[in-house]
């Protein structure tokens, strides 16, 4: 059971502060976790608490780390670790805001993950293997997406798409993944120099690009592609994270770069029209986060062709889901621990979306750290899919080589790729 709950700020990948705990348990073992943060949040997530004013930029964290040694650590000293859902209606139980803005969702987040983390010590089992055996899940090696140009609210505004990635269904193994996407990256940036169109390197690690439209990020992510040596949309595809939500609301939408205002018809024309010409294999958030209609036409024209992934319009919530699921807008879930606020409510999310024959892509936020969690949970659920952003800085590449650490145990046959998965939306 608990002991005592250390807690800490720490840094994140944007320089700002963030949320550290520590679960230490009577045995002397210790789960240890850090709060992520998002920069183009759905309006519906977990409120991260920030102290505001003029200090560190309004962005500290001293009430949030308040809360946890007032209100939380109290209530879970004493606790049995290896029962996370009771531990996280304890948690749930001290907040009855909406959107956790008691607490903060980035106190509940970093507290419920280390204690995930300390009943995985406590099992003396690897996080991926605790998850499995906790939940009942055959553990595999997911198929990451992984940008290539940043954009949106990670670059600025400098294209309004905010992912442009790559997704490698055709390799055999995560090493295989790794190494397609350095040659695509790289290649990527000699494009984009050799052109002058590159400005540095954006918040998940892709390109800052100088583009002068955003098909022109298209175009040059197709001939990236094929300056790798590979045929676009055989091996590698294309992934897209619109974030609409950060350009526009119902009907009315304004894409800076095109200087060009549409509506939500013309919006789900544009996007249709870059499935016809592109190797298009998914699409998060392709309409705003209230767009219920469009989001609906969206699905039922290009539903049976390309994954379409719910992220700021279901911000990881089993109600939103169910209702989507209805709805039939989107067939896939977007799964942020910390838009949910515990892990438990994170997996009721992720087995509403399964029970639905939904995909389910764990992933990171845009201000990331050390802190490798993501990699375990998407390997231990057996999730098939993990979204971290690009392939360049440390916050980013140290899920991706715990992903490679754990296929060296679990083996290269439990990886998803090469093979059909169990959706339709590729080939
Ligand atoms: P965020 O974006 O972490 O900045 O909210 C990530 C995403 O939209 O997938
Ligand atoms: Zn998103």
Not at 50 to 69: E, F, P, T, W, Y
Not at 108 to 131: D, E, G, M, N, Q
Not at 160 to 187: H, L
Not at 321 to 336: G, H, I, P, Y
Request: proline share 3%.
């Amino acid at each position: 059971s608990i002991k005592t709950i250390k807690s800490r700020r720490v840094w994140d990948s944007r320089g700002n502060p963030t949320v550290e705990v520590d679960i230490i348990l009577d045995s002397g073992e210790m789960g240890r976790a850090i709060a992520p943060a998002g920069a183009s949040r759905g309006m519906r997530e977990a409120i991260d608490l920030r102290d505001g004013g003029d200090h560190l930029r309004g962005m500290d964290v001293s009430k949030a780390l308040d809360n946890i040694n007032r209100i939380i650590a109290p209530a879970l000293i004493g606790q049995n670790v290896e029962d996370q859902e009771a531990v996280d209606n304890i948690i749930l139980s001290l907040d009855d805001s909406k959107l956790k803005s008691t607490l903060g969702g980035n106190a509940t987040v970093a507290t419920s993950l280390a204690v995930l983390h300390a009943a995985a010590a406590a099992a003396k089992k690897p996080l991926w293997r605790h998850i499995a055996d906790h939940y009942g899940c055959t553990p595999s090696i997911p198929l990451p997406e992984i940008q290539i140009f940043g954009g949106g609210a990670h670059a600025s505004g400098r294209v309004d798409i905010q992912d442009f990635m790559i997704m490698v269904p055709g390799a055999d193994s995560f090493d295989e993944v790794m190494e397609v996407t350095s040659a695509v990256y790289f290649a990527a940036g000699e494009i984009m120099e050799s052109r002058g169109k590159l400005a540095g390197i954006a918040d998940e690690g892709g390109w800052w690009p100088l583009f002068d439209s955003n098909e022109e990020a298209l175009e040059t992510l197709v001939q990236a592609i094929e300056k790798a040596g590979e045929k676009p949309g055989d091996r590698v595809v294309i992934s897209l994270d619109i974030a609409a939500s950060e350009f526009g609301t119902n009907d009315n939408y304004r894409l800076a770069l095109d200087e060009h205002q549409m509506n939500s018809e013309e919006l789900v024309d544009m996007l249709g029209g870059w499935i016809d010409k592109y190797p298009i294999a998914s699409i998060e958030d392709p309409v705003g986060e209230d767009d219920t209609e469009a989001m609906q036409e969206f699905t039922r024209r290009f539903g049976d062709r390309v994954q379409i992934i719910g992220d700021d319009y279901l911000v990881t919530n089993a109600d939103l889901v169910e209702q989507a699921v209805k709805d039939k807008a989107c067939n896939s879930v977007l799964v942020k621990v910390n838009q949910a606020g515990t892990v438990s409510e994170s997996i009721q999310t992720f087995r509403t979306a399964q029970k639905a024959g939904w995909g389910a892509v764990v992933s990171a936020r845009s201000g990331e750290t050390e802190d490798i969690t993501i990699s375990h949970l998407a390997i231990g659920l057996g999730s098939e899919q993990l979204k971290v952003g690009s392939f360049n800085r440390s916050d980013r590449m140290a899920k991706w080589n715990e992903c490679l650490r754990i296929q060296d145990e679990l083996g290269a046959d439990t990886f998803v790729g090469g093979r059909p998965m169990q959706s339709t939306w590729w080939g």
